[in-house]
């Protein structure tokens, strides 16, 4: 056990598992971060902006990535069926459903990290897709689940304090100076996604957004996940292997609210914040074909298929978010040790850059990022 100070900074879903697991390790642990759970909508806090469900995009050949959305997977389900003390709000926040996924473009399947969760099955194709499988999968109420990882940190000893910062150094001197009955900072963990960008001792010019935006309806009796792939998952695909964020996805995500995302897009380096209302429109096309029990009015028996304005009197919101990607992949390691000054050094460590894969990385990012701080002490 450690009785060192490691300050957070970034408080999605990133930044709060992490947090949560470095106090588990000991740590006395302080978040500094410009936005919380709970505030309005912004595109920049993608936790709260995105569809969140639990649909790995791990290439077969990406042993990290595998390995993080896997591990959170497994946290998550626990969280469900076996919540240990403190858990429970962020099980409450969780949906278990099937999943079924359809891949429109011949030659194309599934990633084989489906095959190791539950239920999992090769479904005969349909007019839709060449090539279906469905599995059991987890959907995840944003709000609600980041709320209660706030009041778990806090129970467990967190310091949470909303401040903007210019740079990860002005995090930790804030800390040292004005919470002084804190132990010495030791470590800074950088989990501030876009912001990276921005940050004057990280500027990550490799980084970029990847504009999505979603539909969110009031449609209580949806109860199964669906997701349709047009194109390759990967720009390039390695001999044998699949995976990556590539081609199109028109994607149905059913919450425990009642609440259900439909989607999506994906606008690489659009900055725009304000939803296009032709784009809302080509999402519940979309949609509809996919999933044509959307409608308030669907009828098996009726032969005409719904139109997009079936929807209309359950909209609940247009929501814009950028997912925050990076060039370079997953930045999940040490940075250089930071210089304060009084002549101490503090470590520094990075968990960004997840693109779309934020909420099915976090739990096993965090556990990596413990496992480094721990190996680098």
């Known amino acids: 056990m450690s009785s060192s100070t490691i300050v957070v900074v970034g408080a999605g879903v990133i930044g709060l598992t992490t947090a949560i697991r470095l106090i588990e390790a000991g740590y006395h642990v302080v978040i500094i971060a410009k936005d919380l759970p709970g505030d309005a909508l912004t595109p920049m806090y993608a936790s709260t902006a995105a569809g969140a469900h639990h ?7 990406d042993v990290l990535q595998r390995k993080v959305d896997k591990r959170t997977f497994d946290v998550m389900w626990g969280q469900i069926h076996n919540p240990a003390p403190g858990e429970e709000a962020e099980g409450a926040a969780l949906r278990k459903l099937t999943q079924v996924e359809f891949y429109a473009e011949p030659g194309e399947k599934h990633i084989q990290f489906f095959e190791q969760l539950p239920d999992f099955r090769v479904l005969d194709p349909t007019s839709n897709a060449n090539w279906k499988v469905s599995f059991t999968s987890l959907t995840m109420d944003t709000t609600p689940y980041l709320q209660a990882l706030v009041a778990r940190f806090e129970a467990l000893g967190g310091e949470l304090v909303r401040k903007s910062v210019s740079s990860l150094k002005e995090a930790v001197e804030f800390v040292s100076s004005f919470i002084p009955h804190l132990d010495a ?15 004057e001792d990280v500027k990550d010019t490799t980084m970029y957004p990847v504009r999505g935006h979603v539909v969110v309806l009031d449609a209580p009796w949806i109860n199964e996940g669906r997701t349709r792939q047009v194109g390759s998952l990967a720009a ?3 001999a044998g292997s699949r995976g990556g964020e590539g081609g199109s996805r028109t994607y149905i995500i059913p919450r425990k609210s009642g609440q259900v995302i439909i989607g999506g897009t994906r606008e690489v380096n659009d900055w725009s914040e304000i939803p296009d209302p032709a784009t809302a429109l080509d999402i519940k096309i979309r949609a509809l074909d996919l999933f044509p029990e959307l409608s308030p009015k669907y009828e098996a028996a009726n032969p005409v298929p719904p139109k997009p304005e079936d929807l209309d009197s359950i909209v609940l919101a247009d929501v814009v978010g950028f997912r925050p990607a990076r060039r370079d992949g997953l930045r999940l390691s040490q940075g250089e040790d930071m210089a304060l000054h009084d002549a101490r050094s503090v470590k520094v460590f990075h968990n960004y850059g997840h693109s779309g894969a934020g909420w099915q ?3 096993g990012c965090a556990e990596e990022v413990v496992a480094l701080v721990v190996r680098k002490r």
């Open 55 to 61: 649909l790995s995009f791990a290439a077969d050949d």
């Open 185 to 199: 900072v030791e470590a800074v963990v950088n989990c501030t996604g876009l912001g990276s960008i921005y940050l």
């Open 236 to 238: 390039a695909e390695s």
């Open 361 to 363: 990385a976090s739990w």
